[in-house]
């Protein structure tokens, strides 16, 4: 009688484990491998020489003048994917006051000669803490820094961004944004 009501019980569980726990989980890596394989595969970008660069996914931490900078991310240590969150500071906590106003130091430290108004997103963190982003605000407020410390012509650097540069999804959502690693790397490659 115990057998006859545990036997129900034991093949849902094995068949449930089956399906749930192998078949559906491998339909899914094969539509997204098939469909989506660069996303996939974590939007890695790759070197001519095969190396990993970067995913175009993740943002990265970059400091140097010579480089655009990113959106301060807010994981432990920087960066970090395995352990993506927000900082979860609210407008009325310390702590992102003093963040914020380390980030406006370091910007006016970089290009002293600047007197733009900085775009917010070089000054907070996204939600995620990751983001590989910057708006075309940010970008541009960054230019003539980059352009000079790099001797390169200020025309010379809106073209990179212009080319680095994502538009809006479907062409109605959200504002068009710049890829920081993408965009470095061009600035890397441009042959004066």
Known sequence: MLFAQLRPAIVSFILFTVLTGVLYPLLVTGIAQTAFHKRAEGSLIVSADGKILGSSLIGQNFDDPKYFWGRIS??????????????????????????????????????????????????????????????????????????????????AVQQIIDQNTQGRLLGILGEPVVNVLQVNLALDQYKK
């Open 74 to 155: 807010a994981t432990s240590p920087a960066y970090n994917a395995s352990s993506s969150s927000g900082s979860n500071l609210g407008p009325s906590n310390p702590a992102l006051l003093d963040e914020v106003k380390g980030r406006i130091s370091a910007l006016k430290a970089a290009d002293p000669g600047n007197n733009d108004p900085i775009p917010v997103d070089l000054v907070t963190s996204s939600g995620s803490g990751l983001d590989p982003h910057i708006s075309l605000a940010a970008a541009r407020y960054q230019l003539a820094r980059v352009a000079r410390v790099r001797g390169l012509s200020a025309d």
